[in-house]
């Protein structure tokens, strides 16, 4: 069964949220403009005037970008639209996500080249040129143009959903007050779901001071940023060295015996400790601040295995 969000995970305000679709074409409209000008300005040498077979001093924007515009535009928001482009998340975007935008440019490249292709001979029929200066040397600023365009429009798109994804959780988290002061134990998957769920959470504002394992090969190493700072029985000077409120066990097989001896390190500081509930959850992707559970008494005092 899917969970469904609270609407207080949603990254879009009311209305926002009312109008997501329009907004999304709207601003993936105006990434694939911007990306086609920068390739003309790259093709051109950010000069908007150019020479032309007649001799004659042309302007690119109105006579070539324009016209292009008015086939790359409609084909690429189709594209985009039949590839699922618009359905993904800009909030937790991913490789995954960065590959299909990868993938949606180049079909929608290859459509712009057909659909050109074709309206270049009309156009070449009617006006006696083509649609897009070849310049001196045969088809080299006609295919400059299309591979720059290819290049900034997985650019551009890619780099609004990475500014989006740093919005929500880096930078907002900072200009939003005060925050938590949490400290991870594990640096395995479990480890690697919960601090990237920290820096998601909308409902509190958490800030990952750092992570301790008793994996040698992981120590100072970083996960989203976050550094592995030491061994678990350092874990009573971290605590107090960074004002630690919460301890969040990422180990979903801790033993009850390991459990007790991180609560007793700690004894006195008023430390709260949470666990990750199973593997099963991890594997899933179903890790949740609001899904970890704090240590109880039965933690502390179940037998081992």
């Not at 990434?31 to 920068?38: I, P, Q």
């Not at 086939?71 to 189709?78: F, N, R, T």
């Not at 045969?138 to 780099?159: E, K």
């Not at 001071?209 to 090969?217: F, Q, S």
């Amino acid at each position: 069964m899917t969970d469904v969000p609270d609407k207080i995970d949603s990254p879009w305000p009311g209305w926002m949220l009312r109008h997501r679709m329009l907004l999304v074409v709207t601003a993936h409209a105006l990434l694939f403009a911007g990306a086609l000008l920068a390739a003309f300005l790259l093709a051109y040498n950010f000069r908007f005037r150019h020479l032309r077979g007649d001799n004659l001093v042309h302007a690119w924007f109105p006579e070539l970008y324009l016209p292009l515009l008015a086939i790359a535009l409609p084909a690429k928001l189709v594209v985009f639209h039949a590839t699922g482009q618009y359905r993904r998340s800009w909030r937790y975007v991913g490789l995954r996500d960065l590959f299909g935008v990868i993938s949606a440019s180049l079909i929608g490249t290859f459509v712009v080249l057909c659909v050109y292709f074709v309206v270049e001979n009309l156009w070449l029929h009617l006006t006696g040129y083509p649609l897009i200066d070849r310049g001196p040397s045969p088809y080299l600023r006609q295919s400059s143009v299309f591979a720059l365009d290819l290049a900034a429009t997985v650019a551009a798109v890619s780099g609004a959903r990475i500014l989006v994804r740093f919005y929500y959780e880096d930078l907002q988290p900072r200009l939003s007050g005060e925050s938590l002061p949490v400290l991870v134990v594990g640096a395995g998957d479990a480890g690697e779901a919960v601090v990237r769920e920290l820096f998601r959470s909308r409902r509190e504002r958490y800030e990952c001071v750092g992570i301790l394992d008793d994996d040698v090969p992981e120590l100072h190493g970083q996960i989203h940023g976050v550094e592995v700072i030491g061994r678990t029985d350092r874990i009573r000077e971290v605590c107090e060295e960074r004002q630690v409120r919460e301890v969040l066990i990422a180990i979903p097989q801790a033993s009850p015996r390991f459990i007790r001896t991180l609560v007793e390190r700690c004894e006195g500081l008023g430390v709260l400790f949470r666990t990750v509930p199973t593997v099963t959850d991890v594997i899933e992707g179903r890790v949740r601040v609001s899904t970890l559970r704090e240590v109880d008494i039965a933690d502390l005092l179940g037998r081992e295995p």
